[in-house]
């Protein structure tokens, strides 16, 4: 798990902005999913070629946390990174060819993310239930125009809040939060079910998004809000 604290001089800038450090005092649960991102062998499988080792390691706060989000009925979405493709071609040209560069490192990659392929499963420890859902995407953020159907899906379910976790933090997971909140979702990032290369990547995401994004908590402090009654 990351050992990473908000600095005070972030809480500081954020309740002179707006008075208060959580911006939520209640989640309804039939209006709130929880969105679990690419926790998928590709990212969690030791020696897959874009390993996060600390992705394991919250694998048990996100089962946790899904199994009581479930019992208080919020929908829990899983979503995973997969790249069609043929040969060294894709449907990620910029990505394979400028962020990953080396030749024998795309072709690894490309194998890894098909669709149906080993890479693109959910990682054997996390706990699936039958009526959880499913969405692909095929770039960082889910709500990437074309990216997948996330969206499309969150609206026709009234799906009002999201609860983000998953890996990397400050990647596919922060780029999900950023668009999710430009879309007028309440977002929530959860600090302890996320998980990054570094602590120092890790918290500049959290610091970031806390100002300026939507929320940041851990997974009890969730479960405070979620259903609580307000007057």
């Not at 089962?63 to 899983?78: K, S």
């Amino acid at each position: 798990m990351h050992k990473v604290q908000i600095g005070q001089d972030i809480i500081d800038r954020v309740l002179a902005r707006r008075g208060r450090v959580h911006l939520f005092d209640s989640l309804d649960p039939a209006k709130t999913a929880f969105v679990v991102v690419d926790m998928q062998n590709t990212f969690v499988e030791p020696g897959a070629p874009a390993e996060v080792p600390v992705a394991r390691d919250v694998v048990p706060a996100i089962n946790a946390l899904a199994d009581e989000l479930r019992r208080r009925g919020v929908t829990v979405i899983w979503v995973n990174h997969a790249n069609n493709g043929k040969g060294t071609k894709t449907d990620w040209k910029g990505f394979f060819d400028h962020i990953v560069g080396d030749p024998v490192k795309i072709a690894r990659m490309i194998e890894y993310t098909k669709p149906d392929g080993h890479g693109a499963k959910l990682w054997k420890d996390l706990t699936i239930h039958g009526d959880d859902l499913r969405v692909t995407k095929n770039r960082y953020s889910a709500f990437t125009s074309g990216a997948s159907t996330l969206e499309r899906l969150l609206r026709s379910l009234g799906i009002e809040a999201l609860i983000l976790a998953g890996t990397k933090t400050n990647v596919c997971v922060e780029s999900t939060g950023r668009d999710a909140m430009a879309l007028d979702y309440k977002v929530v990032l959860v600090s302890d079910c996320c998980a990054a290369f570094t602590d120092k990547e890790h918290l500049a995401t959290l610091e970031t998004f806390i100002m300026q994004f939507g929320d940041v908590m851990t997974k009890d402090e969730v479960l405070e809000v979620v259903g609580r009654k307000v007057n």
